[in-house]
C-alpha cells in the first residue's frame, strides 16, 4: 500500500527554533491531519484540515492544506522540549459512509537545550 | 471516561501460536481499524470495519483477521501464519456521516514479540 513522502525524516533543533516540515502525495486527498506520537505511545491528533488551502493553528502549531490537494505542511514556532516526538502526516478519503487514512512515514524530532 | 482501550500493553508469542489483540471503544464510533507500526515506519493498514459484522483487509491483512460482533469492539487475532509479527499495533475508530468529516482516533497500543 501506499505512503506518503514525508520530509524531513528526522531533525535536531535547538530550544526555541521554529520547525517545519511537509509531507507530498500523488494522489488528491480530501482531508489533511497531522498527529504526533510519543515513544510506546498511539498517535494524538493535532489539527485537521478539511478544505484545499485551508491554513489552521492550534497554539504553536500552524498546519496547511495545499492548494493542489496533493501536500500539506505543519509548522511549529518557538519549540520546547516537550515538542519531542514523532509526527506523521496522514491524507484521508472520507465520505459519509467511509473514512480511511495514508500515512506518511513520520518525522522524528529532537529539541536540544 | 471516554477513550480507545488496547490490551495487553505487551504480549509474545510463541511459535505456532494465534494470539487475540483487545481493541474497546466507549465513543459511541461507526469504524474501527488495526494498524501495524514497524520500528521507524509509518502506519499500515491491516483491517477495517465500518459496521458490525462487516469488515474489509486493508493494506496487509494476510496472517491476520478480525471479527466485529459489537460496535464497541473489534479484536484482532495474529495467527501462526503471519511469520513476521513483532511489531507495535494500534487501534483505532472514528464517526461515519454527518456533515464533515471525523479523524481517527488512537488506542495506546500493544506491542507484540515472539519468544
Known amino acids: 500500500g501506499q505512503q506518503l513522502n514525508q520530509s524531513p525524516q528526522s531533525m535536531f533543533i535547538q530550544e526555541g527554533e521554529d520547525v517545519s516540515m511537509n509531507c507530498t502525495s500523488s494522489s488528491i486527498f480530501n482531508t489533511w491531519l497531522w498527529y504526533k506520537q510519543d515513544p510506546g505511545e498511539g498517535p494524538v491528533l493535532l489539527i485537521a484540515l478539511y478544505k484545499a488551502g485551508e491554513l489552521t493553528s492550534n497554539g504553536r502549531l500552524t498546519a496547511q492544506f495545499g492548494i493542489t490537494r496533493k501536500d500539506s505542511f505543519l509548522n511549529i514556532s518557538a519549540s520546547i522540549p516537550s515538542d519531542v516526538g514523532i509526527y506523521f502526516c496522514a491524507g484521508g478519503r472520507f465520505t459519509g459512509t467511509a473514512s480511511k487514512l495514508t500515512f506518511g512515514t513520520g518525522t522524528r524530532l529532537q529539541v536540544t537545550l | 471516561d471516554g477513550g480507545i482501550t488496547q490490551s495487553p500493553k505487551y504480549l509474545f508469542r510463541k511459535e505456532g501460536q494465534n494470539v487475540t489483540l483487545s481493541c474497546e471503544q466507549n465513543l459511541n464510533h461507526d469504524a474501527m481499524y488495526w494498524y501495524r507500526q514497524d520500528p521507524g515506519q509509518g502506519l499500515r493498514l491491516i483491517y477495517y470495519?465500518?459496521?458490525?459484522?462487516?469488515?474489509q483487509k486493508g493494506d496487509i491483512a494476510e496472517g491476520y483477521s478480525v471479527s466485529r460482533e459489537k460496535k464497541e469492539s473489534f479484536p484482532l487475532t495474529v495467527t501462526s501464519a503471519q511469520k513476521n509479527p513483532t511489531a507495535f499495533y494500534l487501534c483505532?475508530?472514528?464517526?461515519?456521516?454527518?456533515?464533515?468529516?471525523?479523524?481517527?482516533?488512537f488506542g495506546d497500543g500493544t506491542r507484540l514479540s515472539i519468544l
Open positions: 483505532a475508530s472514528t464517526l461515519l456521516g454527518g456533515y464533515s468529516n471525523q479523524p481517527q482516533h
Open positions: 470495519s465500518q459496521i458490525v459484522n462487516d469488515f
